[in-house]
C-alpha cells in the first residue's frame, strides 16, 4: 500500500462489515442479487417508500426508532418505523383525496422535519415524484424549480409561504395546492392554503403502496449549481436498490445503528442518504434542525452515541479551522465509520480526522445523476488519503479520453488523467434531465456515462480526483489540477481553505490563481502572502505553483457547501456571474 494508506478504525466486537473483502465482492456482486436481497422476491413491482418503510414494520422492526430529530433548545422528537409508516399512508391518501394522480410532481419547502419525511414517502408510496426544494431558497430559484418540476403540490410553512412563495404563486399555473404545516397552533392560515395536519388527521391509515416499477420516476433533484444552472434530474424507484446496496457496502449500516447524515434534503445526499438508504437498513436517523455549529455538532456526535457519520469537506474543513481542542471536549467511543462527499477531500483533512478522532474520513464520489455512491474508499481495511477510493461493486468506472475518430476509450494506463465515465446500467442512474432530452443524450458516448470530473486513476484501482472538466486549467501545454494546488496550499499552518482558478496568460495560456481563506486569528499581509507563495512552489514547483494569491474573507460557495470557481472566474476576468440561485448568502 503506498504511503498515503491509513487504517480505518477496526469493526466493533459481534459487527462484521458488508464488504471485508473488496475483490471477492467486486466479483460476486449483481445488480439482480442486489434487488432480490432488497426485496426478498422477484415481485415486479418496486416502490421506495414501501422498501424504506413497511418492509421494516412487516420484518417486526415497527417499534424501532427511524428518526430522532433535534431542535434548537435540544428537545427531540422521535419517530418509530410504525409511526412513520402511518403518516406516510395517511399522506398517501390525502393526495388521492385532493384529485392529485399518480405520477403528479409533490416538493417540500420545509426545514429538516418530521414533515419532510412524512411528505416524501407518502408521495412516493402513492405513486407520485417527490421533489425537495431547498428552505433557504427565494422567489426567484424557488419560481424557476417549481415552474421547470411543473410541481402541483406543494408542502410548505406559512412563513416561508408568505415570503417566498405568495408573491409568485399567480404564475404558477400547474401549482394546484398548497399545504401549510402550521409552526404553531393558533397560526392563521394564508388565503389559497390548506392545513397540513387536519388533512392529515382526517385521512386512513391504510394506504396500499402504488404498484409502481422499477423504470417509474421517483424523485425530481435539482443539482447545486457548481458549474452553471441548476439540472432537474430525475431517478427512478430502482435508484432504492443501489441506495440500499452502496448504504450497507459503503456506509456499513446494521440494523439500529445509530447514523447521522449532516447534508440537507434539498440536495441529492440528505434523500439518498438522510432518508432513503438508511431506511431500508433499518437504522436510527439522527436529523438535526439547526445549521452547521462546530460545538453542537460535536456534542450531537458524543451524545447521540452516533455510530456512523457521513458530511461534507466544507463542514471538516470548518471544523479544522475550529481547532482540535473543541473536537476533544468530548469523547466518541460509539463512532466507528467517518465518510465524505459532495467536494475534493484533500489529504489533509484525512489525516485530520486522525489526529481529531482516531479515524480517518472514507471519501466517496458520486454526483445527483448517479443517484448512489460509485466510488468510495470502504470501512473494512484502509483509507487513502487524498483519493477518492476505488469503483463500487456492481459499477464499471474508468477514466476515458476521446479518440480521433470521436470515440472514447478507457485509458489503461495509470496515472494518465480523463474523465471519470461509467457504463451505463446500475439502477440509480438518472432517467434524464427536465425538459432537456438532447443534454441527456448528450452525457452519454460511445456505451458511456461522461461524468464531466477528470481523474486519473492509479495501478490499484484507487480514483484520484482533478477537477470538474470546466475547471481545470492548462498552463504552457500543461494540465493543472486545481485540486492538487489547493491540498498542496491546505497544508500551509496559516491555510484554512483554497480555490484556484486559471487566468489568462499571453505566453502560458493560463495562469494559476489562488484565492486563500485563513484560519481564524491569522492576520493577512504581505509577509504571509508571500510565505505561502513560497510554500507552494516548494511542493509544487514554479510550473504549477500559482502566480498570484488573494486573501478571501470567504470563498463564495453554494449552499450546499461547494466552492464555486466559476464564479471566481467570472468575477476576476469581470464576466457575467451567471445563475446565483444557490450561492450561499443570496436571498
Ligand atoms: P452542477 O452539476 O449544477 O454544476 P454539482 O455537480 O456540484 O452541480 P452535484 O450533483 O450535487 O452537483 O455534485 C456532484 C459533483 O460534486 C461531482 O460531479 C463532483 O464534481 C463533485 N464531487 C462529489 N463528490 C466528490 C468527491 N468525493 N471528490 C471530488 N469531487 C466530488
Ligand atoms: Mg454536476
Not at 99 to 125: D, H, Q
Not at 287 to 301: A, C, K, N, S
Not at 511 to 536: C, M, N, T
Request: proline share 5%; aromatic share 8%.
Amino acid at each position: 500500500m503506498s504511503e498515503h494508506s491509513i487504517a480505518s478504525r477496526a469493526a466493533p466486537p459481534g459487527l462484521s462489515h458488508h464488504l471485508a473483502d473488496y475483490a471477492a465482492a467486486r466479483r460476486s456482486f449483481t445488480w439482480e442479487h442486489a434487488r432480490l436481497a432488497l426485496t426478498g422476491g422477484s415481485d415486479p413491482r418496486l416502490n421506495i417508500a414501501y422498501e424504506a418503510v413497511d418492509r421494516q414494520v412487516q420484518r417486526g422492526c415497527g417499534v424501532w426508532l427511524a428518526a430522532r430529530f433535534i431542535d434548537r433548545a435540544g428537545v427531540r422528537v422521535d419517530l418509530t418505523y410504525s409511526q412513520l409508516q402511518r403518516s406516510c399512508a395517511r399522506f398517501a391518501n390525502v393526495l388521492g383525496a385532493l384529485g392529485i394522480g399518480r405520477g403528479a410532481a409533490v416538493a417540500t419547502l420545509l426545514g429538516r422535519t418530521p414533515e419532510l419525511f412524512t411528505v416524501a414517502l407518502g408521495a412516493l408510496k402513492a405513486g407520485n415524484v417527490f421533489c425537495p426544494l431547498f428552505s433557504a431558497f427565494g422567489p426567484e430559484p424557488l419560481k424557476t424549480r417549481l415552474m421547470l418540476g411543473h410541481i402541483q403540490v406543494l408542502v410548505t410553512t406559512a412563513t416561508f409561504y408568505r415570503r417566498k412563495v405568495e408573491g409568485i404563486r399567480a404564475l404558477l399555473g400547474e401549482l394546484r395546492q398548497v399545504l401549510i404545516v402550521r409552526e404553531d397552533a393558533n397560526e392563521a392560515l394564508p388565503a389559497g392554503t390548506t392545513d397540513f395536519a387536519e388533512l392529515l388527521r382526517e385521512a386512513s391509515e391504510l394506504f396500499q403502496t402504488a404498484a409502481t416499477r422499477d423504470t417509474d420516476v421517483a424523485l425530481l433533484h435539482f443539482t447545486s449549481g457548481t458549474t452553471g444552472m441548476p439540472k432537474g434530474v430525475t431517478l427512478t424507484h430502482a435508484a432504492v436498490i443501489a441506495q440500499h446496496a452502496t448504504s450497507e457496502l459503503v456506509l456499513d449500516l446494521h440494523p439500529q445503528e445509530v447514523y447521522w447524515c449532516t447534508a440537507d434534503p434539498g440536495w441529492v445526499t440528505g434523500i439518498a442518504y438522510g432518508l432513503i438508504g438508511p431506511l431500508t437498513c433499518a437504522v436510527t436517523m439522527i436529523v438535526d434542525r439547526e445549521e452547521f455549529d462546530p460545538q453542537r455538532w460535536y456534542q450531537i456526535l458524543a451524545e447521540e452515541h452516533v455510530n456512523v457519520w457521513y458530511t461534507a469537506p466544507t463542514a471538516i474543513r470548518m471544523l479544522m479551522k475550529a481547532g482540535t481542542e473543541l473536537t476533544r471536549a468530548h469523547q466518541y467511543p460509539h463512532l466507528r465509520l467517518m465518510a465524505s462527499v459532495g467536494e475534493p477531500l484533500n489529504a489533509e483533512a484525512v489525516i485530520w480526522g486522525v489526529q481529531a478522532f482516531g479515524q480517518p474520513f472514507h471519501d466517496t464520489w458520486w454526483q445527483t445523476e448517479t443517484g448512489a455512491i460509485m466510488i468510495a474508499n470502504f470501512a473494512a481495511g484502509e483509507v487513502v488519503a487524498g483519493s477518492m477510493g476505488r469503483a463500487v461493486p456492481g459499477i464499471d468506472a474508468a477514466v476515458v479520453r476521446r479518440t480521433a475518430a470521436g470515440g472514447i476509450e478507457a485509458i489503461d494506463s495509470p496515472d494518465e488523467v480523463g474523465e471519470i465515465a461509467l457504463r451505463p446500467g446500475w439502477p440509480s442512474m438518472f432517467s434524464g434531465y427536465l425538459d432537456n432530452p438532447e443534454r441527456y443524450r448528450a452525457s452519454f458516448h460511445d456505451g458511456w456515462y461522461l461524468a464531466g470530473d477528470l481523474a486519473r486513476r492509479d495501478r490499484e484501482g484507487y480514483f484520484w480526483f482533478i477537477g470538474r472538466a470546466d475547471d481545470v486549467i492548462k498552463s504552457s501545454g500543461h494540465l493543472i489540477s486545481p485540486f492538487e494546488v489547493e491540498s498542496a496550499l491546505m497544508q500551509h499552518p496559516a491555510v484554512a481553505q483554497a480555490a484556484v482558478i486559471g487566468i489568462p496568460d499571453p505566453i502560458a495560456g493560463q495562469a494559476v490563481k489562488a484565492f486563500v481563506e485563513l484560519k481564524s486569528g491569522v492576520a493577512p499581509d504581505e509577509a504571509l502572502r508571500l510565505k505561502i507563495l513560497g510554500h507552494a512552489r516548494h511542493l509544487l514547483g514554479a510550473a504549477v505553483a500559482p502566480r498570484e494569491i488573494a486573501f478571501s474573507q470567504a470563498l463564495p460557495r453554494t449552499r450546499s457547501g461547494k466552492i464555486m470557481r466559476r464564479l471566481l472566474r467570472a468575477r476576476e476576468l469581470g464576466l457575467p456571474e451567471g445563475d446565483l440561485s444557490t450561492l450561499e448568502g443570496e436571498p
